[in-house]
């Protein structure tokens, strides 16, 4: 089992920053990838970004490619999710997740555990 443990939303100005962390725990070497997922009222929860948990290899939805960044530490079993030029519409809760096995895949019911969500509000 693996646990996660996001922190670090909240609210801030169109054009601000936040960085999100996810803190892993458990069984963590058996860990592929992880991602950031976010849902806002009404709609569907969507992939943000990924990384491979050996590799590093990066992952980003369209819509945040060039203001948002992935970083992981494997010394401290976190991810991390860099949000710079927020927007309003980038407003939503954020879902950290992670998946056991491969291939990179951005879909929510491909990965296996899911922390609690942090809410991110961008006012205009």
């Known amino acids: 089992q693996v646990q996660l443990v996001e922190s670090g939303g909240g609210l801030v100005q169109a054009g601000g920053s936040l960085r999100l962390s996810c803190a892993a725990s458990?069984?963590?070497?058996?860990?592929?990838?992880m991602a950031w997922f976010r849902q806002a009222p009404g709609k569907e929860r969507e992939f943000v970004g990924g990384?491979?948990?050996?590799?590093?290899?990066?992952y980003y939805t369209d819509s945040v490619k060039g203001r948002f960044t992935i970083s992981r530490s494997i010394a401290v079993n976190t991810v991390y999710l860099q949000m710079n030029s927020l927007k309003p519409e980038d407003t939503a809760v954020y879902y950290c997740?992670?998946?056991?096995?491969?291939?990179?895949?951005?879909?929510?019911?491909?990965?296996?555990?899911w922390g609690q969500g942090t809410q991110v509000t961008v006012s205009s």
């Open positions: 997740a992670a998946r056991r096995l491969g291939p990179v895949v951005i879909t929510p019911h491909e990965y296996n555990y």
């Open positions: 990384i491979t948990w050996g590799g590093g290899s990066k």
């Open positions: 458990g069984y963590t070497f058996s860990m592929y990838m």
